[in-house]
């Protein structure tokens, strides 16, 4: 396979050349898919399949839900929002992509299912290699097509988001979005193929739609290619008619493929934006057509799409009372550039604060920004115009939200080969390089060398990266609260509410749902969050057990990371500083009095010191103890035991001496006023066995010297029976 130039367009034949160039892009196609299988070992543990990432748990549970019923999804799921269930916005097309799959291979157990979920992202993604090779080799030639393969396939951003166990419809996202640039490239370029080319991209951006819920975004690409290119028509005196002929094709074939479900609230905001995308194509065609035929500027082609704007702007506003378009557009603005979801989740900040200036990335990034210095020239062709806009846009929002970084490799990848092969013309055409053969081909060498060397050690990372779920060491504790807890039904058909919930920080909710099988408050959804926040943060035990009332929640899970960085988004979600909770020096996490004060800290750091009606039942740690320990706790919510009883004035103490599984002993101390001559407490903690924690002897009760031993059931404490203790 090789290329030969015929009248501006590229055949592909088999020669010699071209059987090393098909040797050369299966090699960096394997090498791709190596490193994105690296992950295997790590995320196989006990013989169970743990996925990377939180979001793959939940693709995994609509998966389990769609092999049932394909090729019907999961749209509502009462085990969200505990009790009051959620409706779904994801699109479904990635989950019944798996599903299909493992129903084709005949997989019907869960662990047959996870096991074909495991293997999609790193086949779409090294898919995505070859698809930014012939992507690049269309143009900008065959060498840069395969250097741009090589930096995608050793890319830690793209590498990382299409692992081995890491089913997240981000990798299917890239896959079409990289191959809808393809075709329309080769609709741009193949005057004999066009509109079939482009009726291709349009099946691509039409699955991107079906795919993910901000899909819009990326049809903004085209927006922004077509002005720029009418522009350059216009100041050509150029027929832009070509260019909006194969675009209305494609948006056209996106339409039709959208329709049967443009009424869905998943795909609402797909359809409004190619229904826009329609609109605009044909203001540009007329507006091209006129200011060719007056003679007029270029520069009031702005003015006048400014203008059809602003009156699609204003259709959008009237027609909110009907599609909710006013909404759409105005939450979907402030979900790419800002608000208050940029400070709440570490993945939606902006990428200035995010990415360190000496790391691979940052180095990385500098290399790709260089690269954008190729592009910038007045004989750019229609399809690296298409390109550059891509390019740009991409980086622009990932600017915003350092998630779309994932999206952003492909584009960086091109422009990474771009600068390495300008480079190396500028250092060869040096005078002391000129008439050096060997050193004028070491210095190509040694320059892709030191390009690829971050993120080649980079990439060898993954071979020992485990899932986070491994990493926080919650796998263990979520497959005690499954064997030790009451069951909860309706996790395969989640219509009806369930019996009790598990509360948590959003970000944990999907382990527990996917592992524990239990209903979950909030999780990545992030509905629930605020009534988690409030109750992590609350001060008073009594507001804190309104909320696991009202939420129906019996279990609480913490962990040492939620004293920690979590501290800082709980804040903003329960709208109040991070630092009236934490301090931060030098990476060390320092608590407030505030802070110590909260249900959080009492749990977690305190087992419950003091409280009436919640308890420790289960901890684990990577350590038996100590503050570096990275601690899992499960807590229960019970009615409590009351102790009273009469006793002389002043206070009466109760000590109870406890130890968890691990072999940690901790003391719980309560603390009553006499008053009339009686005292009355309630206490979480029983004399027996509750979980993992068990009771050492019974609790100490002293009032005034004297000293009284009481036993208290787990009976009581379940049922909020009373105990009779006199002095």
Same mark, same amino acid.
């Given at each position: 396979?090789?290329?030969?130039?015929?009248?501006?367009?590229?055949?592909?034949?088999?020669?010699?050349?071209?059987?090393?160039?098909?040797?050369?892009?299966?090699?960096?196609?394997?090498?791709?898919?190596?490193?994105?299988?690296?992950?295997?070992?790590?995320?196989?543990?006990?013989?169970?399949?743990?996925?990377?990432?939180?979001?793959?748990?939940?693709?995994?549970?609509?998966?389990?839900?769609?092999?049932?019923?394909?090729?019907?999804?999961?749209?509502?799921?009462?085990?969200?929002?505990?009790?009051?269930?959620?409706?779904?916005?994801?699109?479904?097309?990635?989950?019944?992509?798996?599903?299909?799959?493992?129903?084709?291979?005949?997989?019907?157990?869960?662990?047959?299912?996870?096991?074909?979920?495991?293997?999609?992202?790193?086949?779409?993604?090294?898919?995505?290699?070859?698809?930014?090779?012939?992507?690049?080799?269309?143009?900008?030639?065959?060498?840069?097509?395969?250097?741009?393969?090589?930096?995608?396939?050793?890319?830690?951003?793209?590498?990382?988001?299409?692992?081995?166990?890491?089913?997240?419809?981000?990798?299917?996202?890239?896959?079409?979005?990289?191959?809808?640039?393809?075709?329309?490239?080769?609709?741009?370029?193949?005057?004999?193929?066009?509109?079939?080319?482009?009726?291709?991209?349009?099946?691509?951006?039409?699955?991107?739609?079906?795919?993910?819920?901000?899909?819009?975004?990326?049809?903004?690409?085209?927006?922004?290619?077509?002005?720029?290119?009418?522009?350059?028509?216009?100041?050509?005196?150029?027929?832009?008619?070509?260019?909006?002929?194969?675009?209305?094709?494609?948006?056209?074939?996106?339409?039709?493929?959208?329709?049967?479900?443009?009424?869905?609230?998943?795909?609402?905001?797909?359809?409004?934006?190619?229904?826009?995308?329609?609109?605009?194509?044909?203001?540009?065609?007329?507006?091209?057509?006129?200011?060719?035929?007056?003679?007029?500027?270029?520069?009031?082609?702005?003015?006048?799409?400014?203008?059809?704007?602003?009156?699609?702007?204003?259709?959008?506003?009237?027609?909110?009372?009907?599609?909710?378009?006013?909404?759409?557009?105005?939450?979907?603005?402030?979900?790419?550039?800002?608000?208050?979801?940029?400070?709440?989740?570490?993945?939606?900040?902006?990428?200035?604060?995010?990415?360190?200036?000496?790391?691979?990335?940052?180095?990385?990034?500098?290399?790709?920004?260089?690269?954008?210095?190729?592009?910038?020239?007045?004989?750019?062709?229609?399809?690296?115009?298409?390109?550059?806009?891509?390019?740009?846009?991409?980086?622009?929002?990932?600017?915003?939200?350092?998630?779309?970084?994932?999206?952003?490799?492909?584009?960086?990848?091109?422009?990474?080969?771009?600068?390495?092969?300008?480079?190396?013309?500028?250092?060869?055409?040096?005078?002391?390089?000129?008439?050096?053969?060997?050193?004028?081909?070491?210095?190509?060498? #040694? =320059?892709?060398? %030191?390009?690829?060397?971050?993120?080649?050690?980079? +990439? *060898? !990372?993954?071979?020992? @990266?485990? $899932?986070?779920?491994?990493?926080?060491?919650?796998?263990?504790?979520?497959?005690?609260?499954?064997?030790?807890?009451?069951?909860?039904?309706?996790?395969?058909?989640?219509?009806?509410?369930?019996?009790?919930?598990?509360?948590?920080?959003?970000?944990?909710?999907?382990?527990?749902?996917?592992?524990?099988?239990?209903?979950?408050?909030?999780?990545?959804?992030?509905?629930?969050?605020?009534?988690?926040?409030?109750?992590?943060?609350?001060?008073?035990?009594?507001? #804190? =057990?309104?909320? %696991?009332?009202?939420?129906?929640?019996?279990?609480? +899970? *913490? !962990?040492?990371?939620? @004293?920690? $960085?979590?501290?800082?988004?709980?804040?903003?979600?329960?709208?109040?500083?991070?630092?009236?909770?934490?301090?931060?020096?030098?990476?060390?996490?320092?608590?407030?009095?505030?802070?110590?004060?909260?249900?959080?800290?009492?749990?977690?750091?305190?087992?419950?010191?003091?409280?009436?009606?919640?308890?420790?039942?289960?901890?684990?740690?990577?350590?038996?103890?100590?503050?570096?320990?990275?601690?899992?706790?499960?807590?229960?919510?019970?009615?409590?035991?009351?102790?009273?009883?009469?006793?002389?004035?002043?206070?009466?103490?109760?000590?109870? !001496?406890?130890?968890?599984?691990?072999?940690?002993?901790?003391?719980?101390?309560?603390?009553?006023?006499?008053?009339?001559?009686?005292?009355?407490?309630?206490?979480?903690?029983?004399?027996?066995?509750?979980?993992?924690?068990?009771?050492?002897?019974?609790?100490?009760?002293?009032?005034?010297?004297?000293?009284?031993?009481?036993?208290?059931?787990?009976?009581?404490?379940?049922?909020?029976?009373?105990?009779?203790?006199?002095?």
């Amino acid at each position: 396979m090789g290329e030969k130039n015929d009248g501006g367009r590229v055949s592909l034949r088999l020669d010699r050349g071209g059987v090393k160039e098909l040797a050369s892009v299966i090699a960096v196609y394997l090498l791709g898919l190596l490193v994105r299988m690296a992950p295997l070992r790590g995320a196989t543990i006990d013989g169970d399949i743990l996925f990377y990432g939180s979001d793959s748990f939940y693709h995994m549970r609509r998966v389990l839900y769609t092999v049932d019923h394909f090729p019907h999804t999961l749209w509502f799921d009462s085990f969200l929002n505990y009790p009051r269930g959620l409706e779904l916005t994801w699109p479904p097309l990635f989950d019944q992509l798996i599903a299909g799959t493992a129903i084709l291979f005949g997989a019907e157990s869960q662990r047959e299912i996870e096991i074909v979920g495991a293997f999609v992202p790193p086949i779409l993604g090294s898919m995505t290699i070859l698809a930014l090779y012939f992507l690049a080799r269309e143009l900008f030639g065959r060498r840069v097509g395969l250097i741009s393969a090589l930096f995608l396939a050793i890319n830690p951003q793209h590498g990382s988001a299409t692992i081995f166990a890491r089913p997240d419809h981000h990798v299917l996202e890239t896959f079409l979005l990289v191959t809808a640039l393809l075709f329309l490239v080769l609709a741009l370029t193949r005057n004999d193929r066009n509109l079939w080319f482009a009726a291709i991209a349009g099946v691509f951006l039409a699955a991107i739609a079906y795919t993910w819920y901000g899909a819009a975004a990326y049809f903004s690409i085209f927006l922004v290619y077509l002005l720029a290119q009418t522009a350059i028509d216009i100041r050509r005196r150029e027929s832009s008619r070509d260019t909006t002929e194969i675009f209305s094709v494609v948006f056209g074939v996106a339409m039709i493929l959208i329709l049967p479900f443009w009424k869905e609230t998943w795909m609402m905001p797909s359809f409004l934006a190619v229904a826009g995308m329609l609109l605009m194509l044909f203001a540009l065609r007329i507006l091209s057509h006129y200011f060719i035929r007056k003679g007029l500027h270029w520069a009031g082609l702005l003015l006048a799409v400014a203008a059809f704007g602003y009156l699609l702007y204003v259709s959008v506003y009237a027609l909110d009372r009907f599609v909710g378009s006013y909404h759409i557009l105005l939450s979907g603005l402030g979900y790419f550039f800002g608000g208050p979801l940029s400070q709440r989740v570490s993945e939606a900040a902006p990428l200035y604060s995010s990415v360190r200036p000496i790391s691979v990335l940052g180095f990385n990034l500098t290399i790709a920004v260089m690269g954008f210095a190729y592009l910038w020239r007045s004989d750019i062709d229609r399809p690296q115009l298409l390109f550059l806009t891509s390019a740009v846009f991409l980086l622009f929002i990932t600017v915003f939200q350092n998630r779309f970084l994932y999206v952003f490799s492909a584009c960086m990848s091109i422009l990474m080969a771009l600068f390495f092969f300008r480079a190396s013309e500028i250092v060869k055409s040096l005078g002391w390089f000129k008439n050096d053969d060997a050193a004028s081909k070491f210095i190509p060498l #040694a =320059l892709l060398a %030191l390009l690829i060397l971050p993120s080649a050690a980079n +990439v *060898t !990372d993954a071979f020992e @990266v485990s $899932p986070t779920i491994v990493e926080c060491s919650w796998n263990r504790p979520l497959f005690w609260l499954e064997e030790n807890t009451p069951e909860t039904f309706g996790f395969e058909d989640p219509s009806q509410v369930p019996d009790y919930g598990v509360l948590s920080w959003w970000d944990r909710g999907n382990w527990i749902l996917y592992i524990s099988r239990r209903p979950v408050v909030a999780n990545g959804f992030q509905a629930g969050a605020e009534d988690a926040a409030r109750f992590f943060l609350s001060g008073d035990e009594g507001e #804190a =057990l309104r909320i %696991l009332d009202d939420r129906r929640v019996i279990y609480v +899970v *913490t !962990d040492s990371r939620m @004293v920690g $960085p979590g501290l800082l988004a709980m804040a903003l979600w329960k709208g109040e500083k991070p630092a009236d909770y934490v301090s931060i020096t030098d990476d060390v996490y320092g608590h407030t009095e505030k802070f110590l004060k909260t249900t959080l800290a009492r749990c977690h750091l305190f087992d419950c010191q003091g409280m009436s009606h919640l308890r420790l039942i289960y901890e684990h740690s990577t350590e038996a103890s100590g503050p570096s320990a990275d601690q899992v706790k499960i807590f229960e919510r019970v009615s409590g035991a009351t102790i009273s009883g009469t006793a002389s004035d002043g206070t009466v103490a109760a000590t109870l !001496d406890l130890t968890t599984g691990q072999g940690r002993s901790f003391r719980y101390t309560k603390i009553a006023t006499v008053r009339d001559g009686r005292y009355e407490m309630t206490v979480p903690y029983s004399t027996e066995g509750m979980g993992q924690v068990h009771a050492i002897g019974p609790y100490v009760l002293s009032s005034d010297g004297r000293v009284l031993f009481v036993d208290v059931g787990e009976e009581d404490v379940l049922q909020g029976k009373v105990v009779a203790a006199d002095f």
